[in-house]
């Protein structure tokens, strides 16, 4: 009974074959082997054929236009069917029935010897197709089981394993042993073995015979079912056999083939792949395409099919119906994204739409990028990326674009210049000037001449003004615009007028100074009223100041001239006095060659008044702005305008002793580092000598430290804030106002540690507006002095001034704010006004104000920072000294 029911198993199982079916758009997947009643099962490995199926999946290449690409398999298409053969078990071993002498034997303790080997380990070998060790193993066992043979599964396994490693031997060794093969076992290679005869007639094919091909092939067609089997055979015909062949296999299965709904469909489809032929024949721009392409195109959509889509995508593209063929390319994407021709068609759209991205993601699929017809639309686009990367400042990708651009094709002509953009950017300034150079020699162009001259600047080179190309024009740019940002307008217009005179680009020249300097240059006349208040005791510190002004400015060149004249009405809250003020001034600049330049400015003045008559001052001062930061010297003589005292000077009414109107001779030097592009450090230095009339001379000295950070702030050219230190001192105490006194402030000893606040608006707009705020903690010094006045005998001047002069000791918070603002009311008329307090212990409050109007003889474009009031401290207008 056990080996009636394997016997059964075994013919159930080599009778169940399966018909398998698969979609022909994908690869023709081995057959399979599987084992039952879960014994040992054999697996198959897919055969190569499966390469040939997957190339039929894929699509033969089409005649007359390298853009239809012919799918000829797809969805709906055909299903082929196949056997499974190999299917087998292992037979299970039966027992051996026990005898009465075995059963005695057992009984006794004794185990008799088996009559036959265990026939699993041959099975394992027969599944692993070790069929030279299945053979040996056999010789073994018969030899030594004298009365046993394999079984008859066995011996059928060792057969159809055989047959299978001679087939394999004959599809791998060429045409002519297949030939043998086919001619010694034909049902191998026949309809039940379908899958042999697709890889025996590829081989066949590439060994050129078609006729062995269509021998081989019309063994399937018109008989062989399923009728999937014969749909896919034609379709392997089509990239295997000429033509006329396919023709005639398709003529034969239409007019003899039997065929079902689904295999009915197939067919048709690959008529439908045929027509596209025809059409792809056609020259895209030809009318007939045009009309072929409309009968076919619910088809094309029907079956989804892309290659067919992106041909007629191409065709609307010759017709000039741009919309059209990115309607056919984005749907040929659509039934197949991985689509090379759809693809690049629709990125040819994207390009011209310039829509960059959507063209790069299109073509940099590796697949898209090997095509021709892709190189030169990567290139441009790696060109666009690559400036679009250096537009948002990602000069290191922006260089890659470029490489890879350079890689696609695209001339160095295209390339060099934004090269050189690039490594400018990253401070690469040697490679940027060889790169700039290079296409400058070439094409002598704006931007390579704008690019060699910046790479120039940079490395500290000059940049050679009298070039005849638009280099020189872009050197004087470049120094307009380094003046522009050290507030030397007049001097940057001077150098912009240069630029413009020259080849280059003036519009392009013009974007190197941010802002309209027109009319910086013009002559003006302006009338204003300063107003102070210094508070303090009646007839001694308190100084009320109220004087009206006058003044004119032109320029010549880079030179400048002020003429100022102005009334002082001044009042001490007992005594008046009035006097009048001219002075004038001059600046200009002295070039050193390169970018080096020294400013310089020198301004001489006098007063008339009562009491002490006429005075003389003046003031010289010498600077330069270099990348590091500044420097600055100067040196003067200028009253001290600390009281009516100290500034005109008094006189007893009884018999005409005069004192006071104390001069300051100073020396001093300032300097700025830009230690960051954020933060800057600022020191200053001086030393002052006082002498005045009948006054005791007096020394000073004070040094200021501060720090500044830079903030970015939406409309301001600058917006700092740091600490600061202020430390002054004088040898004598002359805060005071009797005869022999100077009266100004001049303490012992005076620090003042503090947060300081600087900002000013944008330059060149309608208005403009500065402030300079700082407060902190003050601690100061004055010392007693005897109160011997100068001049008198002294018996008289003990009787008259016996009193000692009291000092004292001051702390305590201090503050001082100035803002001033200046607005455009018309092309040649301004208006400014300046605001400033000042409070510090120890010392008398200080009160000012000040307005003025501006007329200009040209037309001035904007406000710019030389337009607004300045020197805070002592209420002038421009052309004050610059003593804090």
């Known amino acids: 009974m056990p080996a009636r029911r394997t016997e059964r198993r075994r013919r159930l199982a080599l009778g169940g074959w399966r018909w398998g079916v698969v979609w022909l758009s994908i690869a023709l997947p081995g057959l399979a082997l599987a084992a039952q009643d879960n014994v040992l099962s054999i697996g198959r490995s897919a055969s190569p054929v499966e390469a040939a199926s997957r190339a039929v999946t894929q699509g033969a290449a089409s005649a007359g236009q390298r853009a239809l690409t012919s799918e000829r398999v797809q969805a709906g298409g055909v299903r082929v069917r196949q056997d499974e053969q190999q299917g087998f078990v292992v037979p299970s071993l039966a027992s051996s029935p026990a005898t009465g002498g075995g059963a005695k034997a057992a009984a006794a303790g004794v185990v008799a010897p088996p009559a036959a080997p265990d026939e699993r380990p041959l099975w394992n070998l027969l599944k692993a197709s070790q069929l030279a060790a299945y053979d040996a193993e056999v010789t073994r066992l018969t030899g030594q089981f004298a009365l046993w043979k394999p079984g008859a599964a066995l011996a059928a396994e060792r057969e159809r394993r055989q047959r299978e490693q001679d087939v394999a031997a004959a599809l791998k060794g060429g045409p002519d042993a297949l030939r043998s093969m086919i001619a010694r076992a034909p049902g191998e290679f026949g309809c039940a073995h379908i899958d042999r005869a697709w890889k025996a007639a590829d081989v066949f094919a590439h060994a050129g ?30 990239r295997q056999v000429s033509a006329a062949q396919v023709d005639d296999l398709i003529r034969v299965e239409a007019e003899e083939g039997k065929r079902g709904p689904e295999a009915d469909a197939a067919f048709a489809r690959l008529r439908y792949q045929r027509a596209l032929s025809a059409l792809g024949a056609l020259p895209p721009g030809d009318p007939a395409a045009a009309m072929q392409l409309a009968a076919l195109a619910a088809g094309i959509r029907a079956y989804r099919d892309a290659p067919a889509a992106t041909q007629a995508g191409w065709i609307e593209f010759a017709q000039h119906r741009l919309d059209a063929a990115a309607g056919w390319f984005e749907t040929a994407l659509t039934f197949e994204p991985q689509s090379v021709d759809g693809a690049i068609g629709l990125a040819q759209i994207r390009v011209g739409q310039r829509d960059w991205d959507a063209a790069q993601a299109l073509l940099s699929r590796e697949q898209v990028a090997a095509d021709p017809r892709a190189k030169d639309l990567l290139g441009q686009i790696a060109l666009a990326r690559a400036d679009e990367a250096y537009r948002a400042r990602r000069y290191a990708e922006s260089l890659g674009d470029l490489g890879l651009a350079a890689s696609l094709g695209v001339p160095e002509a295209n390339t060099g210049a934004l090269r050189g953009w690039n490594l400018y950017a990253l401070h690469r300034y040697g490679e940027a000037e060889r790169a700039f150079r290079a296409r400058y020699d070439a094409s002598r162009d704006d931007d390579s001449a704008e690019g060699l001259a910046l790479s120039l600047v940079a490395e500290g080179k000059p940049v050679a003004p009298h070039d005849g190309g638009p280099l020189g024009a872009y050197g004087h740019a470049l120094e307009a615009q380094r003046l522009y940002y050290r507030k030397s307008f007049v001097a940057a217009q001077a150098e912009l007028r240069d ?75 007992v005594t008046s006095a009035r006097a009048e003020e001219l002075q004038t001034m001059m600046a200009d600049t002295l070039r050193l060659g390169g970018d080096r330049a020294l400013d310089w400015r020198a301004s001489l003045g006098a007063a008339q008044g009562s009491p002490v008559g006429a005075t003389v001052d003046g003031q010289a001062r010498i600077g330069q702005q270099a990348a590091w930061g500044a420097w600055s010297v100067y040196a003067g003589v200028n009253p001290v305008r600390d009281s009516l ?54 020394e000073g000295a004070s040094a200021d430290v501060s720090a500044g950070y830079a903030f970015d702030v939406p409309g301001f050219d600058y917006f700092s804030a740091g600490p600061a230190v202020h430390v002054l001192g004088y040898r004598r105490n002359e805060n005071f106002y009797t005869p022999g006194q100077g009266g100004y402030y001049s303490p012992q000893r005076s620090i003042s540690e503090g947060l ?5 608006s944008k330059e060149g707009r309608t208005w403009q507006w500065q402030g300079n705020f700082e407060a902190g903690w003050n601690d100061s010094l004055q010392a007693n002095e005897p109160c011997l006045p100068l001049g008198l005998p002294p018996g008289e001047s003990a009787s008259r001034f016996p009193e000692t002069c009291t000092g004292g000791h001051d702390h305590g918070p201090y503050a001082h704010a100035q803002v001033s603002a200046t607005v455009k009311l018309s092309s040649r008329v301004q208006a400014g006004a300046l605001a400033d307090v000042n409070v510090t212990p120890g010392r008398d409050k200080q009160f000012a104000a000040l307005a003025f109007v501006r007329f200009f003889f040209e037309p001035r474009a904007a406000v710019f920072s030389r337009d607004l009031a300045r020197n805070t401290r002592d209420f002038y207008l421009q052309l004050d000294d610059d003593h804090p």
Not at 504 to 532: F, H, Q
Not at 547 to 563: K, M, N, S
Not at 650 to 678: E, F
């Open 209 to 238: 015979d078609r006729d062995a091909v269509v021998s081989l092939y019309r063994t399937i067609v018109p008989s062989c079912q399923p009728a999937g089997n014969r749909i896919a055979t034609l379709y392997l015909a089509e």
């Open 756 to 760: 300081a606040l600087q900002m000013l």
């Open 645 to 698: 005292l100290s500034w005109r000077g008094q006189m007893l009414s009884d018999d005409g002793y005069k004192w006071g109107a104390v001069r300051r001779a100073a020396s001093g030097a300032q300097a700025r580092w830009q230690i960051s592009p954020r933060w800057s450090i600022g020191a200053a230095a001086e030393a002052q000598w006082l002498t005045g009339m009948n006054v005791v001379g007096n």
């Open 499 to 573: 630029a413009q005179q020259g080849p280059a680009d003036a519009a392009r020249i013009a974007r190197y100074v941010p802002a309209d300097l027109t009319g910086i240059d013009a002559a003006s006349v302006s009338a204003g009223l300063t107003w102070s208040d210094h508070v303090g005791s009646a007839g001694q510190g308190r100084l009320n100041v109220l004087a009206p002004a006058v003044r004119a400015e032109w320029i010549d060149g880079t030179r400048q001239y002020e003429l100022r004249y102005r009334q002082l009405f001044l009042n001490d809250g």
